[in-house]
């Protein structure tokens, strides 16, 4: 079946300009995670949903990070006010609940702030 | 400080050697899962093997295997007759009850495998 999907893949934009970022899980699965990981770097954390419901953004930066989820399928990482220290590559990822082992990860979105 | 440690920035093997990549995690709970993960140079995070902290058997999944010393606190991957394909980063992670379920990831190995 298909698995986690993100758009767009590359996003170039100019410090001060907003940007969202869309992730599709896998159907079915009622958590969602984004992370962001830096060149030669594991990924860290930004937030999880379960189902629509924001469970935890404690690894969002600051404020001009926001993520939602609001029919508990899509979902949307939006970074206001982008800086240079953005760029990296941000992930998604799903999994099947709450107790699912394995999270299934998405393409990416390779961010550039110029 | 870093609650997953990976030691090994680079490791070189052989076609059909095995190899042995390093993980120690740090963590108080009782109750945690640990997970290593596969990035080719396409980008993709690829699951590998799981490993709950309660399992008294280590996990195995095709050639790779997961040498779980939980004394030890350590969960190294075990690659087994590598292939050129294997090559790769290979990260570990850890997931726990207290941190909710999102993973936390060590900074990777670069395994090259060559003819």
């Known amino acids: 079946g298909a698995g986690v999907s993100q758009s767009p893949r590359y996003k170039v934009t100019k410090r001060g300009q907003d940007v969202a970022l869309r992730c599709d899980p896998i159907?079915?699965?009622?958590?969602l995670y984004w992370y962001r990981q830096a060149l030669g770097q594991g990924p860290e954390f930004l937030t999880y949903?379960?189902?629509?419901?924001?469970?935890?953004k404690s690894g969002l930066p600051n404020d001009r990070f926001s993520a939602e989820r609001p029919e508990g399928s899509i979902s949307t990482l939006t970074i206001q006010r982008t800086e240079q220290r953005d760029s990296a590559m941000y992930r998604c990822?799903?999994?099947?609940?709450?107790?699912?082992?394995?999270?299934?990860f998405g393409p990416g979105t390779r961010l550039t702030v110029t | 400080a870093q609650k997953i440690t990976q030691t090994q920035p680079g490791m070189f093997v052989q076609e059909k050697e095995a190899v042995t990549l390093d993980c120690t995690y740090d963590?108080?709970?009782?109750?945690?899962?640990l997970f290593w993960y596969k990035q080719p140079s396409s980008g993709e995070m690829i699951f590998l093997i799981y490993?709950?902290?309660?399992?008294?058997q280590n996990a195995t999944e095709g050639r790779y295997s997961l040498n779980f010393q939980k004394a030890r606190k350590s969960a190294n991957l075990v690659i087994s007759a590598s292939q050129l394909g294997d090559s790769a980063m290979y990260f570990c992670?850890?997931?726990?009850?207290?941190?909710?379920?999102?993973?936390?990831f060590g900074k990777g190995t670069t395994l090259s495998v060559s003819s």
């Open positions: 159907s079915g699965h009622v958590s």
């Open positions: 490993q709950g902290s309660y399992d008294e």
């Open positions: 992670a850890m997931r726990e009850p207290r941190g909710g379920t999102a993973l936390i």
């Open positions: 963590t108080s709970d009782q109750s945690y899962g």
């Open positions: 990822a799903s999994s099947r609940g709450q107790g699912g082992h394995e999270q299934y």
């Open positions: 949903f379960n189902y629509e419901a924001q469970q935890d």
